[in-house]
RNA sequence: GCCCCCAUGGUGUAGCGGUUAGCACGCGAGCCUUUCACGCUCGUAGGGAGAGUUCGAGUCUCUCUGGGGGUGCCA
């Protein structure tokens, strides 16, 4: 029997990195032990689940190549199933009809007490401003058996009669999640770690509804920002999609995300995905939250991005520079893209290194200025000559190159010295993509209009 | 409060009773070099604390400490 794994996301939100790598984990997994990877719309929050979300989810799993298997099993469409379940739990004395509110519970208990059975034995009948409660077991414990963890042990004492059937007919999470996975005959439940503590819940469920054959369980280590909590909607950077916006490609997204709580066996971390999953084993799996580090990030893109051939890289950097510069020019943006290439993290980044390509008016940097030109007395000198010599000069790098070498010689100066004055007036700044080559790019009568007005602004 | 999980440099990790504690990111230095990058070389920094088991412990046990998750008529 081929593993059955699912990745099961709640529609209420954008999609969030510590999702992604859930399903990145049950994919892997899938693919590695010739599994199938199914997908579950956990839309039983009717007022905060969305088809817009799901159509986000779907986008980012498709942006990572994480294809999935058979249909997308919507939870809110199974909720006949669920309440047969409930139904069937309260037949068997497992659960009862409750009315308590949230007050009364609180005026038993004292304020964020938990639920004191109040009802276990009142013999309440459904009526729609009612809830179903579970009637966890008096004595005994259960223990959850993981993969990654070993085990977890949860003394019944412990855990409160919980709400299984909301007023109205609407199930809660853990039972449409024992139901499901037994409809879809899941056998490892792969996710997140703080579903651990629900899971005792979900395994009294399977006992209570006579089912037999528990799934394997597998909890991941949370992903938790610098302060190490868990990362979070309101405070962090997690939307996935905001990250292939800002220039991360979706391979260096996946290889990026499969390295947090995972490391591949041969100690390769940057590796293709065939690698990844023909490596990938839950056991490896560490217990430990991993911090989401995008400093990491930006150096497993930069290295994708190295990788892409010339014309790969222009293509996806185009897109980027289009929209961010004055004059786009599609002939001269394949000439200059691949200078930029060994130069970016993202792809974001392309635009400002290239933008002096694309503009009639070059923005100086102060800085640049007062440190290339300004502070120089020999600058003028260099521009003077350089206005003069690249008149005449053959106009591609290497004679460019050699023109301004000789003006350097001229002034005692070496070149990474004598280039600079050249470099600012032309781009703006002390640093970019290889001056020659960008000349050549920029062209004479432009290059010469810049080192002249730099000259009349000195 | 109660329950559960976790703990190797700043970060992600390797190790699975005997190692000069390895790798990667970051950071620093050097080389290369038309600036900046890339690349290469070197360096920086680590097993939370305390007991115990053992000839020997990051690795096993316990206590403590710290961090996190859960404790919903959210998922």
């Known amino acids: 029997m081929p593993p059955r794994v699912r990745f099961s996301p709640s529609p209420t939100g954008p999609f969030h990195v510590g999702g992604a790598r859930t399903a990145l984990f ?24 969305s088809d817009e979300w799901l159509e986000g989810i779907l986008d980012g799993l498709r942006w990572l190549g994480l294809d999935w298997d058979e249909d997308i099993v919507r939870q809110s469409e199974r909720r006949d199933a669920h309440l047969a379940a409930a139904d069937r739990l309260v037949e068997g004395g497992h659960a009862y009809w409750c009315d308590c509110t949230r007050e009364q519970i609180d005026a038993r208990k004292g304020p964020g007490g938990g639920y004191d059975g109040f009802c276990r034995d009142r013999g309440l009948g459904p009526a729609d401003d009612r809830v179903v409660r579970f009637r966890v077991p008096d004595g005994g414990s259960t223990t959850v058996v993981d993969v990654i963890r ?22 809660m999470f853990v039972l449409a999640n024992v139901v499901d996975d037994d409809f879809q005959r899941i056998t490892h ?4 770690e703080e579903h651990l503590s629900t899971t005792p819940k979900y395994l009294m469920i399977r006992r209570a509804l006579g089912l037999e054959g528990d799934p394997v369980f597998a909890h991941l280590p949370l992903l938790v920002n610098e302060k190490r909590q868990k990362l979070s909607k309101r405070r962090d950077k997690v939307q996935l999609l905001q990250y292939r916006d800002e220039g991360y490609l979706a391979e260096a997204m996946r290889n990026y995300l499969a390295l947090l709580g995972w490391a591949p066996r041969d100690g390769e971390e940057i590796t293709t995905v065939e690698r990844m999953v023909e490596q990938f ?10 911090f989401f580090d995008e400093r ?6 930069a290295h994708y991005l190295r990788e892409l051939s010339e014309a790969e890289f222009a293509a996806a950097a185009r897109p980027f520079v289009e929209r961010a510069v004055e004059r786009f020019d599609p002939e001269l943006f394949a000439q200059v893209a691949p200078l930029a290439q060994t130069r970016v993290k993202t792809l ?3 635009p400002e290194l290239l933008a002096f390509l694309f503009t009639d008016a070059v923005q100086f940097d102060e800085a640049s200025w007062e440190k290339a030109i300004a502070r120089n007395e020999w600058s003028a000198d260099v521009l003077r000559d350089a206005a003069a010599a690249y008149v005449e000069a053959a106009w591609e790098t ?11 010689e001229r002034h005692g100066l070496k070149l990474g010295k004598a280039q600079a004055p050249i470099r600012v007036a032309v781009t703006g700044r002390t640093v970019g993509p290889p001056l020659f080559e960008s000349l050549e790019a920029l062209g004479r009568e ?13």
Not at 150 to 171: L, M, Y
Not at 398 to 408: F, R, S, V
Request: hydrophobic share 40%; glycine share 6%.
């Open 26 to 49: 049950n994919w892997l997994f899938a693919r590695r032990e010739g599994g199938v990877f199914l997908l579950r719309n956990e839309d039983t929050d009717r007022e905060r689940s």
């Open 150 to 171: 070993e085990s977890a042990t949860f003394d019944h004492a412990t855990i409160d009669d919980f709400v299984v059937v909301r007023p109205g007919g609407a199930p």
């Open 189 to 192: 439940v792969i996710r997140g």
């Open 281 to 290: 084993r839950l056991e490896d799996v560490s217990r430990a939250p991993a």
């Open 296 to 301: 990491k990030l930006q150096h497993v893109n």
């Open 348 to 350: 974001a980044e392309v």
């Open 398 to 408: 290497e004679a460019l190159k050699d023109t301004t070498l000789a003006i350097g």
């Open 446 to 458: 432009a290059t010469l209009a810049r080192v002249n007005e730099a000259l009349e602004r000195i």
